[in-house]
């Protein structure tokens, strides 16, 4: 009989943990798209959004080789979550709310071609809250030094002892994942209304050059819009928002998250080379 060694033991803790986590990660087939995905609650599957294709049916491949539909519940580009729904028995994965420290061990148990997959990372950093790209809330940044193929995108990130602490996804040059205070938040939402609540404006904007700053010329305007309502025009540059210099369009396009529908912002514009002043309540994007 062999002796075991820190090696082997560490080999058959990481295979135990893999075997354990396993049979709640699904695959997601949708046009031509593969990726992963995991039960959140029964019936229920997170996956990555950037890896579900934006039409045509959706197939669920299940740990013991059969298939399922699904339908989509709801998505969020900004936060790269989407919600399936589909008829299964398979036991929901616990998430646990914790951020790995820097330089920990871990596991991304995924799929690949359809079976299970897994692979050894260390957490490459891991830090505050930030904000994505396209204006989503992330928790924490938590960057894996591991490659994945675009099928294992989805799959769960388990720490060393483990606790899932979120969900891998492809970003620029680097793994990052998606915390599990994130996608509770916004699968919750996404069960419940089958979309994440935006901040709306209702401008159509253009960045502009001033001599003392940038501005936002607006090119357009909803009329039954908040920034309707409130008396801003066609031609107006916005140069401030609650006395904040503005920085740029897409700036101010972030600061449109959930958490700005029903605020009030004080908008300082300039009409006709004249400054003038608007009070605005954000409204809620309407649905596309």
Known sequence: MTDSTPLTSLSSALADMVSRTAPSVVAVHSHRSRATGFVWKPGLIVTADEALADEGDVEIGLPDGSTAAATIAGRDHTT?????????????????????????LSVVVATNRDT?????????????????????????????????????????????????????????????????????????QLEARGRIARGYLGLGLQPVRLDDGVGAMVMNVDKAGPSAAAGIRQGDVIVAVNDQKLSGVRALSRTLGPASVGAVVDIAARRGGEPVSFKVTIGERPAA
């Open 80 to 104: 790269d979550i989407a919600l399936l729904r589909a008829d299964t028995a398979i036991a929901p994965v616990k998430l646990a709310t914790i951020v790995p420290p820097l330089g920990a």
């Open 116 to 188: 299970p997959s897994a692979a050894l990372a260390m957490v490459s950093q891991s830090g505050k809250s930030w904000r994505s790209l396209r204006g989503g809330d992330i928790d924490a940044r938590i960057e894996l030094d591991v490659r994945l193929r675009s099928s294992q995108q989805g799959g769960l990130a388990l720490d060393a002892s483990g606790e899932t602490f979120g969900m891998a996804v492809l970003g620029p040059r680097r793994v990052l994942v998606i915390p599990t205070a994130t996608i509770e938040r916004v699968a919750a």
